[in-house]
């Protein structure tokens, strides 16, 4: 892991803290309530996809009329040793209690439970350049594979500590079908998990005659929106690549829009449209110009990559961030870099470039060809005084 640059993703908990203020307490809870806490645990029983919130009293600070409590949103809960209308009452007085002490900053929050889920969708990028592409995105309601290049062997090592496996991808939705972005080895995988595989109407064809196999699985989509998990919209974008062209895709579901586009050729101008107001940007930025024409590769395979319907230069690629970001109303959580060149680029060369914008910066994540990225999601991280005054501007 490890795999991104400049500042690292930080991964939002859902564990929040009491930091123990006898007299800040004692003015919000009655002492009949705070008697019966001494030896109360609660807990709330929901699905298993659900969020855990604790509630724990701060190390050190031990104090018998301290709460505890472990909650889970849901719709059930039990307690032990008393009565179900007494815990009812109680869990609604420590849920005010919690929200006072949150709006109030009396609870902060800790970042140190990595394998919390969130509520929001979570992008991973598990592989990313021309020797394979894949990602997955989280939801609340299913796992979306967004292209399969690598394998399901490697993807499943790959998928290794992320608390996803293959058994529970819902769906593949592919961007098109170059090798580096579907390999057909997937077929016997695919159809013994029976995962949809989302492909675009132009291409069923093609993938069908390849992996015939999937025929029953295949579920083609046009230029409109479709859902392939409950609860998420996915908006694809048409780009110039090659003879069929491929497509990127605006996943917008549980509060959250992460936008997903490589194998460009060019940016177009209905990019910037559909592209504004994203949560998380994940765009290629393939070569340098310069390593490109310096490089050994036949003048057909530089022509084909620079010419319109290959890929984004780096230069082309923070041209189009920096644009988007001047027409956003907000900033996103995540900058991330997809589809680099190990032959042709230069992971220094796109950090010091993309890093010259204070506003992509702090958010940059350079995705890797052999290693996945952290989670990428929600944060909470306050906008800096630079990036309120590009904001304002
Ligand atoms: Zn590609």
Redesign the pocket.
Known sequence: MGSSSGTAPRHVSTKWRFQYRPHALSTLIRPAEARSRQTQMWRMRSTPRSRTHRYAARPGATSSTEPTATMKSGTRFSQRGTGSRLAKALFAQTCKIAATLLASGFISQTSDDQNTRSMSLELCILAS??AG?AAILRSPSGVLLIDA?IGPRTLSQRLDGTGVNLADISALCL??L?S??FSPGWTNTLCRLEIPVYCHADKVASLALRCPDLLPLIRPFQDERFSPIEGLKCEPIHFA?DRLG?HGFVLDGFSYRIGYA??LGRVPSYFFDRFRDLDCIALESNYDPQMQADSGRPWFLKRRITGGHG?LSNAQAFAAIRKLLDRSRRLPDHIVLL?RSLECNCPDLVQTLFSSDTRIAPRLTLAQQHERSDWLRRTQRPPLVGEQLSLAL
Do not use: Q, R
């Open positions: 350049g021309s592409n290049g961007t098109h170059d580096d972005h690549h491929s490589t194998d890929h589809h």
